[in-house]
């Protein structure tokens, strides 16, 4: 049984009036305990729709969704919010407590963790993301840096412990320092604590550093799902979702369309040993 399976689900916003948008249509989808898996798609495709309709925020017109088997109808919010837990885009915009402190432990003691563990619990979440919980506790959310905030905001999420999280564009509007930094200690926690994790991105190159799994979302369909290194052969899918190529598949492509031999290779290292073997040159790895 599949930790999420979405069957054949439909989401119309504003159905029955003359602004009637479908922005989820026939979708399919199962996740399994432990995956990682990345949404792609371009804006307006269907991505936080989808993110809303596993957290159990809305549900389908058309469609199922079942967490652990029991259809997310039946879920009481509290208990949903202990296995599904989801960093919207922007999540500093949301920070809403006067400390640190407070911002972190307003998830956990809302799904009833008792007050004797939520210290532990503040402090462990802040960690995870490289927060100091002695020096910031007391500090005020709003004075931090970008990459802090959004490092906070992360953490609120990781104190309730959620056994799948979903982030929505995690490093959007980051430094390039900001962003490694993000992705790295997310990569941590989802592997020291055996985690599913979804991630929502227009940006391949970011996702792909997460996920092996990606799906494709194009005006609400899914167009591919699989591997990314199939994704990667398979840019057409990509350019068909109007999404940017990511520099090396810019690359693979122009390779492609010169009529290199690079059917299959996956990395960079094997692009450029598949080139200097057709060049006969020899290899720069096995010599
Ligand atoms: N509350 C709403 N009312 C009406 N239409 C909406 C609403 N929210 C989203 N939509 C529409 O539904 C479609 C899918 O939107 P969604 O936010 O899921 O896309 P997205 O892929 O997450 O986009 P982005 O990358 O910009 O966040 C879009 O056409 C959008 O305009």
Redesign the pocket.
């Known amino acids: 049984m599949a930790l999420i399976s979405l069957k054949g689900v439909y989401y119309t916003?504003?159905k029955d009036t003359p602004?009637e948008?479908e922005?989820l249509t026939n979708v399919s989808l199962d996740i399994e305990q432990g995956e990682r898996i990345g949404i792609l798609?371009?804006?307006?495709?269907?991505?936080?729709?989808?993110i809303q309709l596993i957290g159990g925020l809305i549900y389908p017109v058309v469609g199922e969704i079942y967490i652990k088997g029991k259809e997310i109808k039946k879920w009481n919010s509290k208990e949903l919010c202990k296995v599904v837990g989801i960093v919207f885009?922007y999540p500093e915009y949301q920070f809403f407590a006067e400390t640190v402190f407070e911002e972190v432990a307003f998830g956990p003691r809302n799904v009833g963790v008792p007050e004797e563990k939520i210290e532990d619990c503040v402090r462990g979440a802040l960690e995870s993301v490289g927060l100091s919980y002695d020096e910031l506790k007391d500090r005020s959310p709003f004075h931090l840096s970008g990459g802090e905030k959004r490092r906070l905001a992360i953490a609120s999420i990781l104190a309730m412990d959620p056994e799948v999280l979903i982030l929505?564009?995690p490093t959007a509007n980051l430094d390039p320092k900001g962003k490694f930094q993000i992705m790295n200690y997310i990569d941590k926690w989802i592997s020291k604590n055996n985690k599913t994790l979804i991630v929502?991105s227009?940006d391949l190159d970011e996702i792909v550093r997460l996920v092996r799994r990606v799906i494709v979302?194009k005006a609400?369909s899914l167009v591919f799902e699989g591997l990314s290194e199939k994704l990667f052969m398979n840019y057409k899918k990509l350019e068909e979702a109007d999404l940017d190529l990511p520099e090396i598949i810019k690359i693979v492509k122009i390779l492609q369309e010169k009529g290199y031999p690079i059917e299959g290779a996956f990395t960079v290292q094997e692009i450029v040993e598949r080139i200097l073997a057709y060049k006969g040159y020899k290899s720069l790895w096995k010599c």
């Open positions: 916003y504003l602004l948008k922005a798609g371009k804006t307006g495709s269907g991505k936080s729709t989808l885009q929505d564009e929502v227009h979302l609400g």
